[in-house]
């Protein structure tokens, strides 16, 4: 059924519907049951997104736009739909070794998931600030869970005051372009831009505005100060979830934006290609530098992500070059293609920061002293995790890297190009670092831990191992697949 020429069958928002109706029982169920809420929380999230994936991936892809154009169905809504649900599976498997006994944090990743489904989807700007918005509160919340805990609660304190500036500025930005085209819908917004407008300053002022605003969410340069801090004092299963599910979700509300930031016309020699290109550059080449001096392997991991959004960027400013169609495909391919091998190697690496943390007290550098003789699986799926990041053959971030650096090339920007690999040399000092320390330096004592529960998250960890690991090495030598169902899904 249409109305007004935008379609409101609810039809192609199964999975949505399917997801609200599960989160609601296990509310209730949450309610009512008070003990273990945590593993029950975990398990039934786990078939929820299970049961919405299948959805998703079964489903007939009926593009278009719905909801009096508030919403997009697209091929990247069903990715990201499928993407969203196998990160917050891996992220409440992550959260179960601190909270077996509480349901809040589950349902809090939950509820953002749910924003994040909204955000891959958003069709105006009204949407987009408000799924915005729904992702941020949740992670606020699960920042500062551990209230008793000072740098927990410093760390949501900070991402707080950060997130309300940063929603604030982009706010201001989004209401100049409605300002300017009398539009909410991004595909109106583009239409009225595509005509020029003689306002190219406002436009410039309030592109750079928006890009402030999702930068903050993607840790980009300048918007990236509160990134370590809260890495740092969040629990380390929180900071993993953070570091991944919010980031990507950022990066679907950028997709979605390049619409409206493409059109927009140069005044005096600035447009949309030149802000990303700066964007990216800045941001990885700070983010190597400032991985560099780390003795915490979670600000380690935290300057590593503000790098990785960098690597990201790059596409993006091939994207706003305003490409050919087949550029556009490989470019878009090779965002999608990284986020997806990011959300394995980055959570397998917190996973095992996490095991640390837990069996030696702490995660600096230090602490990882002589892993390779004490645990040696997990000193090896380190290494595996720290490799792939570094883009090193034949794991999946080198064929992420390559496919980046590939869109690049087609696009003749050859001085990112350069930058990009600079980067990447710069980053294997850091991780190799790591890796010197497990195996090259006798071990530290280890604290005494609860064995019992150790056992009974013994059968979990090599579960989470495997859902991380297996993926980081067979898309280093058989990405083709993945690759081809991606570009299928880009029109």
């Excluded at 993607?218 to 900071?239: L, N, R």
């Excluded at 619409?259 to 005044?267: K, N």
């Excluded at 003749?412 to 990447?424: D, H, P, S, Y």
Aim: glycine share 10%; charged share 15%; hydrophobic share 55%.
């Amino acid at each position: 059924m249409s109305s007004g020429g935008w379609n409101v069958d609810l039809s192609p928002f199964l999975p949505e519907l399917l997801f609200v109706g599960g989160f609601l029982v296990l509310v209730v169920l949450n309610l009512i049951f008070r003990r273990r809420r945590g593993t029950a929380s975990a398990i039934a999230g786990v078939i929820i997104l299970a049961a919405v994936a299948v959805s998703a991936a079964l489903g007939d892809e009926k593009i278009g736009l719905y909801l009096f154009g508030s919403v997009v169905q697209d091929g990247v809504t069903v990715f990201f739909r499928l993407f969203f649900c196998g990160a917050a599976a891996i992220s409440l498997g992550l959260l179960l070794f601190s909270f077996p006994e509480d349901g809040e944090p589950f349902l809090l990743v939950l509820a953002g998931v749910l924003g994040m489904f909204l955000l891959a989807g958003a069709g105006d700007l009204v949407t987009l600030f408000v799924a915005l918005e729904v992702v941020s509160i949740p992670s606020y919340v699960l920042a500062g869970y551990r209230r008793r805990d000072v740098r927990s609660a410093e760390a949501a304190l900070k991402y707080v005051l950060y997130g309300a500036f940063s929603s604030g500025i982009m706010l201001f930005g989004l209401s100049i372009f409605y300002g300017v085209t009398g539009e909410t819908s991004l595909q109106g917004i583009a239409i009225a831009l595509s005509g020029g407008t003689g306002q190219e300053a406002a436009l410039l002022v309030a592109t750079i505005l928006v890009l402030a605003g999702i930068g903050y969410k993607i840790a980009m340069v300048p918007m990236h100060f509160w990134c370590p801090d809260v890495y740092e004092g969040s629990p380390t299963a929180v900071t993993a979830f953070l570091s991944v599910l919010p980031k990507a979700a950022g990066f679907a509300a950028l997709f979605r934006l390049m619409s409206i930031f493409v059109p927009v016309r140069t005044w005096f020699g600035v447009d949309a290609v030149l802000l990303f290109t700066l964007a990216s550059a800045l941001t990885m080449t700070f983010g190597n530098l400032g991985a560099i001096w780390q003795n915490s392997l979670k600000r380690l991991l935290a300057y590593s992500s503000i790098a990785h959004a960098g690597y990201i960027l790059m596409a993006f400013a091939v994207l706003a070059s305003d490409p050919s169609r087949e550029l556009y495909r490989d470019a878009t391919t090779a965002i999608l293609f990284y986020l997806v091998v990011y959300l394995f190697m980055n959570l397998g690496a917190f996973f095992i920061v996490d095991f640390v943390e837990r069996r030696k007290g702490g995660e600096t550098i230090e602490h990882f002293r002589g892993l390779g003789r004490t645990d040696v699986i997990p000193a090896l799926l380190l290494a595996v995790f720290l490799f792939s990041l570094t883009g090193l053959p034949p794991l999946a971030g080198f064929v992420g890297k390559f496919l980046l650096f590939a869109a690049l090339v087609e696009a003749k920007m050859f001085a990112l190009v350069i930058i990009g690999i600079a980067n990447t040399v710069v980053s294997l000092y850091y991780y190799v670092r790591v890796i010197r320390e497990m195996y090259l330096q006798d071990p530290v004592p280890e604290l005494e831990t609860d064995s019992v529960s150790h056992v009974k998250m013994k059968g979990l960890a090599v579960v989470l191992a495997l859902a991380t690991v297996v993926p980081t090495l067979v898309l280093g030598i058989w990405w083709g697949p993945l690759a081809v169902w991606i570009g299928a899904r880009i029109w």
